[in-house]
């Protein structure tokens, strides 16, 4: 009977040149007794001959329900939909974006459509980087910013290009979009497989399980890229009506801005995490477990977007606690 | 077998064969003409080829696409079938399980979606792309739509072809010296795709739970809304008077009639328990469709009086392929996991 554990999906971004065509052929060549469909664009260069790859035109569809953010990768779902039906010998789908994509079609693939959503889950948002050139590509291009601000995992790639100081400063850049992200410093994307594939970085129950190395708690510190970090912590337990008519609301107001949003909250009176996440408007939240003994009860939120209004988000979200007297 | 005690109420314990074929089963068809055997496509890349005459023998193991997936089968234009793989190829697979390659269109892209007309000629859509080839296998020409395309018929009479794609679908005169599409826009993806049987109306089923209808006479659209999920599968009854559609608890049917469906409400058939149906096929001359659900139930319900028939009971997978013989005396259904079975309801 064919298989129906849903299949990982590893997304892989990153500009032209950073590195990602050379981490795929790792990736396909190496002796790991995988099995995996790679989804490239039709400017892709694989060196290796592998009947999984297939070829894609990056098709970014608009939803027609009158949000002009809501935009899914019509592609993948035809791809992924035909994958399905081989028979269950496929440990995981890579997915390649152009250098210049954003990459929230393709997360929002995973929100989206019954059929993927059933089928797959969406794995880790990997985006290569080359330390050498990642400034000056920040610094003219949006998607560049956007595709770190969506990353799980950022591979620093061409890490013999750079002196420590210069790698150093753009960690410090690449924090500053994305406080929560992992950082792996390679060359020749030489990193070992198990640190961009199988990481399950999309699970509910994996949300801000990595504490930030950088938070951007302090408003003094330089803005000196156009996404920015906002975490915001609330110590008494969060009231599930008021949480939904805000975070709801905002979402549908500034979703276009929001680019990720990452949540756990405590809940009044219950016992488990409810962990919430988003991409731009699409939502999706559930409880995850208990907190474990020891662990204080609080509530987190990071977000990670453009134009964000740090009082106005922190008054929203402390708003949404229970009153003072009534703590759980 | 199952171990539920009704078993014997359904037609495919009486009248039936089945097999497990261990991989999903992605189309199904009948051979068109005196041949009447039914090819079975695969995920696993082969077709088999069952003959309802001889239904307890093998079934014939034909290796379509080897190493690969079949995407998308139909009865090939004059007997045998045509069979679209994620290896780039269309090929066709003769009754005796014989594979003759047509075309090899792609290298690296997939062959999504394939239909042929009983005149003589083929269709392959790969990509943006759809490949017109005629019964000698020869390329007729390239249609070019401005993206993907997600479903691809011909109408009855085989003069039109029509594709659908983003916003909206192509209609294509397969003769035309020049060639032009009228283009059928409606905003948003649009996937499976059917023609009214005299040509009047296009349908196509939509990402958005919906379905979107053009009548070609005038331009009028037609929004058919309200599913649950998404519709995979849609069919015109013989006399086109009604549109069977798959994507909610019920089979939903369209009256395409009097007037309709503009401002008239659906017929629901079947509906009740919860489970989505998932694939639909209308009998050749009555208004009986045959409906598959998610739980691998089939039935069978006359639209005139909603009476159904079991067929055969939940349990072996969502149903994903369902398709009657030319002249109405056989139905033939498959599921994802690969339970396959052809159930003979001639008169006896």
């Known amino acids: ?328 | 077998m199952s171990e539920t005690a009704q078993d014997s109420d359904f037609l495919l314990e009486s009248r039936g064969v089945s097999r497990d074929l261990g991989a999903w089963v992605v189309g199904i068809a009948w051979e068109r003409g005196g041949g009447g055997a039914c090819g079975f496509g695969l995920g696993d890349g082969t077709v088999r080829v069952a003959r309802p005459a001889a239904a307890g023998e093998e079934w014939a193991n034909a290796p379509a696409h080897e190493g690969g997936a079949c995407l998308s089968l139909c009865a090939d234009a004059r007997g045998g079938f045509l069979s679209g793989g994620d290896d780039g190829r269309l090929v066709r697979v003769a009754a005796d399980a014989a594979v003759e390659e047509i075309a090899r269109p792609a290298r690296t892209r997939w062959v999504e979606h394939v239909a042929a007309h009983e005149s003589g000629v083929r269709a392959a859509a790969v990509g943006k792309a759809v490949h017109l080839y005629d019964a000698n296998g020869a390329a007729l020409k390239t249609l070019a739509h401005p993206s993907a395309v997600g479903g691809v018929c011909f109408d009855a009479k085989g003069k039109r072809v029509a594709a659908s794609h983003y916003n909206g679908a192509s209609l294509w005169f397969v003769g035309a010296k020049e060639d032009k599409s009228r283009v059928l826009e409606w905003k948003g993806s649009h996937a499976a795709i059917a023609v009214s049987p005299d040509g009047t109306h296009v349908v196509t089923a939509m990402q958005e739970n919906a379905l979107h209808g053009w009548r070609l006479a005038d331009g009028q659209h037609m929004r058919m809304s309200g599913y649950p999920s998404k519709t995979r599968s849609l069919a015109f009854t013989a006399r086109g008077r009604w549109l069977a559609t798959s994507g909610a608890d019920s089979v939903v049917i369209w009256p395409f009639h009097g007037g309709g469906p503009m401002g008239k409400a659906p017929t629901e058939l079947a509906g009740g328990d919860g489970v989505f149906c998932t694939a639909v096929s209308c009998h050749p001359q009555h208004e009986v469709v045959a409906a598959g659900f998610a739980d691998g139930l089939v039935l069978l319900s006359e639209i005139a009086s909603g009476k159904v028939v079991p067929v055969a009971p939940p349990g072996r997978g969502g149903v994903s392929a369902l398709a009657w013989n030319g002249s109405g005396t056989h139905l033939a259904f498959g599921t994802e996991t690969g339970f396959a079975g052809m159930v003979d309801l001639s008169r006896r």
Not at chain 1, 73 to 96: A, Q, S
Not at chain 1, 294 to 322: T, Y
């Open chain 1, 1 to 328: 009977m064919p298989d129906t554990t849903p299949i990982p999906v590893t997304v892989l971004t990153g500009y032209l040149g950073a590195g990602k065509t050379t981490l795929l052929n790792r990736i396909l060549s190496e002796n790991h007794g995988k099995k995996f469909a790679v989804v490239i664009n039709e400017f892709g260069e694989l060196g290796v001959d592998n009947d999984l790859v297939v070829d894609a035109d990056e098709e970014v569809f608009e939803m027609n329900n009158g949000c002009i953010c809501c935009t899914v990768r019509g592609d993948l779902i035809r791809i992924i939909g035909g994958l399905m039906k081989r028979k269950g010998d496929l440990d995981g789908i890579i997915i390649e974006t152009t250098g210049l994509a954003d990459p929230a079609p393709v997360a929002q693939t995973f929100f989206v459509d019954e059929d993927v959503k059933a089928r797959t889950r969406l794995d880790a948002i990997v985006t290569v980087v080359d330390a050498k050139n990642l400034p000056a590509r920040l610094a003219d291009s949006r998607e560049a910013e956007e595709q770190i601000a969506f990353a799980d995992i950022v591979l620093l790639n061409k890490m013999d290009l750079v002196s420590p100081d210069e790698a150093a400063e753009v960690e410090r850049r690449i924090r500053a979009i994305n406080p929560q992200v992992e950082i792996r410093r390679s060359t020749k994307s030489d990193v070992p497989l198990e640190a961009v594939l199988g990481r399950d970085a999309f699970n509910l129950a994996r949300i801000l399980e990595r504490e930030p190395e950088f938070l951007s708690g302090d408003d003094d510190h330089e803005h000196d890229s156009e996404i920015q970090s906002l975490s915001f912590e609330a110590p008494r337990p969060i009231d599930p009506e008021k949480f939904n008519a805000w975070i709801s609301g905002l979402l549908a107001q500034k979703g276009q801005d929001l680019l990720r949003t990452k949540g756990i909250l405590h809940y009044r009176g219950e016992d488990r995490r409810f962990a919430f996440q988003a991409v731009h408007m699409m939502a999706d939240g559930d409880f995850v477990g208990e907190w474990r003994d020891g662990d204080p009860r609080r509530s987190k939120i990071v977000f990670i977007g453009r134009d964000l209004n740090r009082p106005q988000l922190r008054r929203g979200f402390e708003a949404c606690q229970v009153e003072d007297t009534a703590a759980a």
